[in-house]
Each structure stands twice: as structure tokens, then as C-alpha cells.
């Protein structure tokens, strides 16, 4: 099957977070009839389970906003990118192979909880390349987070008499300026008030600091709880530091590129990826796949075919690296 029959039947399996069962099942049929042994793991799918070297990604994407479509150079649609493009490029990989050198796992629950690296991570050990979209740069630099929900409170009253309540989301408003002050960050949501004619007196707020490898998110945290929680109740949803990768993993990831003639490039890793559920149990990891990762998650989310070709190339070469002495 070419890139693009493979990555639209990938795609056409909706498999948000926590209905990852259809696409594991294809993943799993299709990785048996190419002669691998297959193993479950707590939702994830495992190849190679005692390997030390690891090739990793996830199945599930955020709710369908897009179907599928390709216009010669682009795919496009809901999870094309993240992270069905770097499905496609393993399987595509795997089927070239004749002895694995390295384990694979596709993961469940990364764009909710992580909480399926979080078992894998336990379960194993070694160096991993997780695939996310980097446009196929080496993301040596991981960022942290700092992710809380604030529950601002004021005071309700009768919508033409202002000076009677707290408008909670005037509160919230005055509360994010300051919070800029402390450090840069993105309202993923904000929700209060009502249709009924009535001053709001809840607004909730959802916050997502992105620190830059060596902040210290602790150190954040209790300045973001002290300024926040005079407004209403602040609940920490997560926290992680961020990170360098200069390990195994990106020295083979780099061999690899140079053999098959792609250049190497370097950037960074803003969003949370199931590398950091890795890093906190001592993996050496890096983040790298097809892909540019703005568009995720969006109406047009897409992933040029040649990357995802490149890519699959780059896995072959991986293997070929690691049965070699050097590594």
C-alpha cells in the first residue's frame, strides 16, 4: 500500500482519545500480516517489546474536525499530521524490514491524560525517537508546562445594576494582565456567563505556560498560585520541565538522515509530547516526524506526502545504524 491509500485508511478510523480500540485493532491486523509478533500493552500496541531502542508514536487525535482529502502534495484532515502521518511512515517502514533492530509502540491517550506513556515509560527502558510533527527537524529542545484552571468568583446581580455584583469575567480579565507579568502563556479556554440578563459570578479559565528547557515550572507554579488564587480557586493541571536531547537517540537520528541524503535541522518542541512522560523516567529521548505542527489540531491540519516518505526512509536507515558496531 503507497503513502497515501495507507495514511486515508488510517485517517478514515476516527479514533479520538479514548477510542483508540478500531485503529489498534488495524494497526495490529496489518503489522501481523507482515509477519511481526504483536503485543497489547495496557491500550498501546508493542512490537520488539525487550528492544533498547525505541520508535514511538500514538493513535488517538482530537475530536474529527476534517476529513481526509489530497491534492497532490498535501494530505489533509483530521489527525493527517498528528500523528497518522508518522503511522503511516513506521508501518510503511516496517514492511522493508527484515529483522527489527529497534521496539515500536503506538500509543493510546496522548492528546488527553499521557497516561499510556506514563505505563510505558515504567515498563521499559532505553533511547526512543517519538514522532510528533517537526517538519522533520531533530527537536533537540523540549519545552515544559505549567497548565492550570483557575475558577474566578465574583458576585452575581441583575444584569443593569453592575455596581451590585462582581463580574467574574471583568475579574478574569484583570487577572490574566497580571499573570503576563509573571511569564508568557496561552488561554486555551475561557467560559462564563449566561444568556439570562445576570452579572457573572463564575468564569473559568484555562491557562498553559510554556517554559523554555531550564525554567524551573515549581518555581512558576507558586507564583501563579499566589497572584491567582486571590481571584478564585486555582487547580494545577500539569506540570514538567523541559528539556535537551543529546543522547543516543539524536546521534542515531542524525546517521540516519545523513545516509539517506536529508538534511539535518534542529528546533524546538513547544507542546507537551509523550517524551516527557519518557524523560521523567530516566529515557533518553528526542522528538522528530513529518509534519509542521501549527497546523494541527485545526480545520487544516495537513502533512505533505514526501515528508512521510522521507521519514519511512529514515526508519529503514535507523535499523540499518543500529545493526551496525558504531552504535
Do not use: Q
Not at 69 to 89: H, L
Not at 98 to 123: H, P
Not at 131 to 151: F, Q
Amino acid at each position: 500500500m503507497d503513502a497515501v491509500s495507507l495514511l486515508e485508511k488510517l485517517v478514515s478510523i476516527e479514533s479520538p482519545s479514548g477510542k483508540e480500540d478500531e485503529i489498534a485493532e488495524f494497526i495490529s491486523s496489518y503489522l501481523k500480516k507482515i509477519g511481526l509478533r504483536v503485543s497489547k500493552e495496557n491500550n498501546n500496541i508493542v512490537l520488539n517489546a525487550d528492544a533498547d531502542f525505541w520508535i514511538i508514536t500514538h493513535m488517538d487525535t482530537v475530536p474529527m474536525k476534517a476529513k481526509f482529502r489530497y491534492d497532490g502534495m498535501f494530505a489533509y484532515g483530521t489527525g493527517v499530521c498528528d500523528a497518522k502521518g508518522s503511522i503511516t511512515a513506521v508501518l510503511l517502514a516496517l514492511e522493508k524490514l527484515k529483522e527489527m533492530e529497534f521496539g515500536v509502540a503506538f500509543l493510546s491517550d496522548e492528546e488527553e491524560t499521557g497516561s499510556s506513556s506514563a505505563y510505558f515509560a515504567k515498563e521499559h527502558r532505553g533511547s526512543a525517537i517519538v514522532m510528533e510533527p517537526t517538519s522533520l527537524k531533530i527537536a533537540t529542545r523540549h519545552y515544559g508546562t505549567l497548565e492550570v484552571n483557575v475558577k474566578v468568583k465574583g458576585k452575581p446581580a441583575h444584569g443593569a445594576m453592575p455596581e451590585c455584583g462582581e463580574n467574574a469575567i471583568e475579574k478574569a480579565i484583570e487577572m490574566l494582565e497580571k499573570l503576563k507579568e509573571l511569564h508568557n502563556f496561552t488561554i486555551l479556554r475561557i467560559n462564563g456567563g449566561s444568556d439570562e440578563y445576570v452579572i457573572p459570578d463564575i468564569c473559568d479559565v484555562r491557562i498553559d505556560f510554556l517554559l523554555k528547557p531550564g525554567e524551573n515550572p515549581h518555581n512558576l507554579k507558586k507564583k501563579v498560585i499566589d497572584l491567582a488564587s486571590v481571584y478564585g480557586d486555582v487547580d494545577v493541571i500539569e506540570e514538567a520541565e523541559g528539556f535537551i536531547s543529546e543522547g543516543k537517540a539524536k546521534s542515531v537520528l542524525e546517521y540516519a538522515m545523513k545516509t539517506v541524503g536529508i538534511d539535518v535541522d534542529y528546533a524546538e518542541m513547544p507542546a507537551w509530547t509523550d517524551a516527557v512522560n519518557l524523560r521523567k523516567e530516566g529515557w533518553d529521548v528526542v522528538v522528530w516526524g513529518p509534519g509542521e505542527l501549527a497546523h494541527c489540531h485545526t480545520r487544516i491540519e495537513r502533512v505533505p506526502i514526501y515528508e512521510i516518505e522521507c521519514a519511512s526512509r529514515v526508519i529503514i536507515a535507523i535499523n540499518d545504524v543500529l545493526s551496525s558496531l558504531n552504535f
